[in-house]
């Protein structure tokens, strides 16, 4: 298994839903029953807990009042990528063979999924 703490190439292996989120388990599933699966990779936890702890943001959502939600999501949305997140996409990206500017899906998913 290729990864990091912070991104880990999705394969044969099984990961745990926790790190990387029910869908991306379960895509790690079905490559090793040998189903059709995409190459892909995930971001892990690891990743949004270090952009949370960077930004002072509550981990949990039950931690979030809605009336804190839109200061929230504006402070994500111009926040820097941390270096260290960005390298490990870019090489993540690299593993598959891939360079930026290329296009790809990106599926969200929550660790309870």
């Known amino acids: 298994m290729h990864s990091t703490s912070l991104a880990c190439q999705l394969n044969r ?34 990743a949004y807990r270090l952009q949370t702890s960077r930004l002072g943001i509550p981990q949990r959502a039950s931690a979030v009042a809605d009336a804190e939600l839109a200061d929230i999501r504006a402070r994500i949305s111009a ?16 593993a598959l063979g891939m360079t930026s500017g290329v296009e790809l899906a990106v599926r969200s998913s929550a660790t309870t999924e």
């Not at 926040?79 to 690299?94: D, Q, T, V, W």
């Open 13 to 46: 292996d099984s990961l745990p839903p926790e790190l990387i989120g029910g869908k991306a388990a379960s895509l790690t599933r079905l490559r090793a029953m040998d189903a059709p699966v995409p190459p892909a990779f995930a971001v892990t936890t690891e």
């Open 79 to 94: 926040a820097p990528l941390p270096e260290e997140i960005a390298s490990a996409i870019a090489e993540s990206l690299g």
